[in-house]
């Protein structure tokens, strides 16, 4: 199908660090695993074209991309005033902050911690084939879906090292089974306010604040959650040395964030 999507930009989404199953093969064609869903998307134009049907983008990739979030709005009230701010929101324009799901944010952002993307991706890729539910896709072709608590809480250390995760194993395995038996229902956390969310996430095994923060934003779609990784902790040393004015930007300084951390990693060094 073909859609019109203002303000998109994948291959931005694709490099902010938010999704771990996004690849791009040709330029500008992507494929994207959600859970067990799949689909390829490109930019032509501007339209989109994508692999599924209009009942599944209504269903569900249109909740997933965040289509019904105004983005340009937001960069407009970013501080006038405020030059660094102003950079970062331009450089990061066409990201969108992806409505994941927050069982596999939980885990992979366990994986994340003291690693970079592209081993994250790899990290990920290789606990889907060993773990998750081989599918095909619209041509046939074989791809993994994200592994369920159950199928990990199964699993053993062994298993798990195997796919590189080294000490994150056990934090996974520990996570895996405290979800999987409810003694953290991520169910039970939709709805609720950022701060129960977080406490709730800080009592799983590997996840700290600063992954509480990630999957508050990335998988409960709380847009006020601020991770603070390095990069961030350099920006708001640099240029919020009295701190982030969070009350100007309340309702969405995850956004801003997610600019931010873009600008750091993409954007100074590339004329942007």
Same mark, same amino acid.
């Given at each position: 199908m073909?859609?019109?999507?203002?303000?998109?930009?994948?291959?931005?989404?694709?490099?902010?660090?938010?999704?771990?199953?996004?690849?791009?093969?040709?330029? *500008? %064609?992507?494929?994207?695993?959600? $859970?067990?869903?799949?689909?390829?998307?490109?930019?032509? =134009? &501007?339209?989109?074209?994508?692999?599924?049907?209009?009942?599944?983008?209504? $269903?569900?990739?249109?909740?997933?991309?965040?289509?019904?979030?105004?983005?340009?709005?937001i960069?407009?009230?970013?501080?006038?005033?405020?030059e660094?701010?102003?950079?970062?929101?331009?450089?990061?324009?066409?990201?969108?902050?992806?409505?994941?799901?927050?069982?596999?944010?939980?885990?992979?952002?366990?994986?994340?911690?003291?690693?970079?993307?592209?081993?994250?991706?790899?990290?990920?890729?290789?606990?889907?084939?060993?773990?998750?539910?081989?599918? &095909?896709?619209f041509? *046939?072709?074989?791809?993994?879906?994200?592994?369920?608590?159950?199928?990990?809480?199964?699993?053993? #250390?062994?298993? #798990?090292?195997?796919?590189?995760l080294?000490?994150?194993?056990?934090?996974?395995?520990?996570?895996?089974?405290?979800?999987?038996? &409810?003694?953290?229902?991520?169910?039970?956390?939709?709805g609720?306010?950022h701060?129960?969310?977080?406490?709730?996430?800080?009592?799983?095994?590997?996840v700290?604040?600063?992954?509480?923060?990630?999957?508050?934003?990335?998988?409960? %779609?709380?847009?006020?959650?601020?991770?603070?990784?390095? %990069?961030?902790?350099?920006?708001?040393?640099? %240029?919020?040395?009295? =701190?982030?004015?969070?009350?100007?930007?309340? =309702?969405?300084? *995850?956004?801003?964030?997610?600019?931010?951390?873009?600008? &750091?990693?993409? $954007?100074?060094?590339?004329?942007?």
């Amino acid at each position: 199908m073909v859609v019109q999507i203002p303000d998109m930009d994948l291959g931005k989404i694709e490099a902010s660090g938010q999704c771990f199953r996004m690849e791009e093969g040709k330029p *500008g %064609h992507f494929a994207v695993i959600a $859970g067990e869903r799949f689909l390829e998307i490109c930019h032509q =134009g &501007e339209c989109f074209v994508l692999s599924c049907s209009q009942e599944e983008f209504g $269903g569900f990739w249109s909740r997933y991309f965040d289509l019904g979030t105004d983005y340009g709005r937001i960069r407009e009230k970013a501080e006038k005033g405020d030059e660094y701010l102003s950079q970062a929101a331009k450089a990061g324009q066409g990201i969108r902050i992806l409505r994941q799901d927050p069982w596999e944010m939980v885990a992979t952002f366990i994986i994340s911690q003291q690693n970079n993307i592209p081993r994250i991706k790899k990290c990920v890729g290789l606990l889907c084939r060993r773990y998750g539910r081989r599918l &095909e896709n619209f041509r *046939g072709e074989a791809y993994y879906g994200f592994p369920s608590p159950e199928a990990l809480a199964g699993a053993d #250390l062994e298993g #798990l090292r195997g796919c590189n995760l080294g000490y994150r194993a056990r934090y996974i395995l520990e996570t895996a089974k405290a979800v999987a038996k &409810e003694e953290v229902s991520l169910k039970a956390l939709e709805g609720q306010d950022h701060d129960k969310v977080k406490k709730e996430l800080m009592r799983l095994c590997g996840v700290g604040e600063k992954v509480a923060e990630c999957v508050c934003l990335f998988g409960f %779609h709380h847009v006020d959650a601020f991770p603070v990784d390095t %990069h961030i902790a350099q920006v708001l040393k640099a %240029h919020y040395p009295e =701190g982030f004015p969070f009350k100007r930007y309340k =309702g969405f300084a *995850g956004i801003l964030q997610q600019y931010m951390f873009y600008y &750091e990693l993409h $954007g100074r060094g590339s004329g942007i």
